[in-house]
């Protein structure tokens, strides 16, 4: 199957820094890529869809200007996590798919961010 | 928003054993998907079953699809301390605000199998 590469994998920074992950395709174009948050013992949430040259959809109750999210191409996106505080610890997890009528979504393996 | 309900939300099972867990949904769907989950990790894609499918069958794992109920349930034969793991669903469906279709994902289960 297709590979979804997040970056990096764990991160630990102090409360009102920002913090970017990025997340690729290796061996296909994503035309849409999906962030979801998992707090520890729950599911995974979605936070915003992006297709490729657009702007994020956010899902209701995240908020845009602190979860700054970029396609720029079709292969990478980014989340910023702006002026992070530890309530925003969890676990990060991209995922793509390669065409919008495609039913396969591929997910990274997930980014730890921990705010002290 | 999520959609799906699993239950149970734990099952405890001892090896050998089969384990069945249930995911409901609201909405109409394109397939729905069930994926594992070791702690801290990513998810491992188990299987998909369309709309149009009733049952699909893959090694240990037997999932149904009941689209009249809304429901679909995942079966794993002969469980292994190795299958010990969190068990999601997900729904697959188009969401015209952000113009793609989209997984949704249940509350999930854990699953805990005793050697």
């Known amino acids: 199957g297709a590979v979804v590469s997040q970056h990096p994998s764990w991160v630990i920074c102090k409360s009102g820094t920002s913090v970017k992950i990025e997340c690729r395709s290796l061996d296909f174009q994503a035309t849409t890529m999906f962030w979801y948050r998992q707090f520890p013992k729950q599911s995974l949430m979605l936070m915003a869809t992006s297709n490729e040259g657009s702007k994020a959809t956010y899902e209701q109750g995240v908020e845009k200007d602190k979860f700054l999210i970029n396609h720029a191409s079709l292969t990478l996106s980014t989340l910023t996590v702006t002026s992070a505080h530890p309530e925003d610890s969890s676990f990060y997890i991209c995922?793509?798919?390669?065409?919008?009528?495609?039913?396969?979504?591929?997910f990274g393996p997930g980014t730890r961010l921990t705010v002290l | 928003s999520q959609q799906g309900e699993e239950d149970p939300q734990a099952l405890s099972i001892q090896e050998g054993e089969n384990a069945t867990m249930n995911c409901s949904y609201k909405?109409?769907?394109?397939?729905l998907q069930w994926y594992r989950q070791n702690s801290g990790r990513g998810l491992v894609h188990l299987i998909l079953?369309?709309?149009?499918?009733r049952e699909k069958h893959s090694g240990r794992l037997r999932v149904t699809l009941d689209t009249s109920k809304k429901s679909s349930s995942l079966l794993i034969t002969a469980s292994r301390a190795a299958d010990t793991a969190s068990y999601f669903c997900a729904t697959d469906a188009f969401y015209s605000g952000a113009g793609s279709y989209q997984l949704t994902f249940g509350k999930g289960t854990k699953l805990s199998v005793i050697p």
């Open positions: 995922s793509a798919r390669a065409g919008l009528l495609l039913h396969e979504q591929f």
């Open positions: 079953i369309r709309s149009n499918e």
């Open positions: 909405t109409s769907i394109n397939n």
